[in-house]
């Protein structure tokens, strides 16, 4: 999987309410026309609540 761009990946969820589960935060991302390669590693993380932009970034890094 291609690295994401985490400045590039925070702009795709503006508007996120925290703490967001998975789902509210690839329903965001698709919906702020995030590319596939985002999307693809959004859907490829870890079920769970995430509290903060940098807890997305640090699960999306780890797929």
């Known amino acids: 999987m ?4 985490p400045i590039e990946l925070q702009k795709h969820l503006k508007g996120l309410d925290y703490p967001a ?10 919906s702020n026309d995030a590319g596939e390669d985002i999307l693809d590693a959004l859907r490829s993380m870890k079920d769970g609540t995430y509290e903060k932009p940098t807890d ?7 797929v």
């Open 2 to 5: 291609a690295k994401i761009n």
């Open 21 to 30: 589960s998975k789902d509210d935060i690839v329903s965001l991302a698709e």
């Open 56 to 62: 997305i970034s640090h699960a999306v890094s780890e």
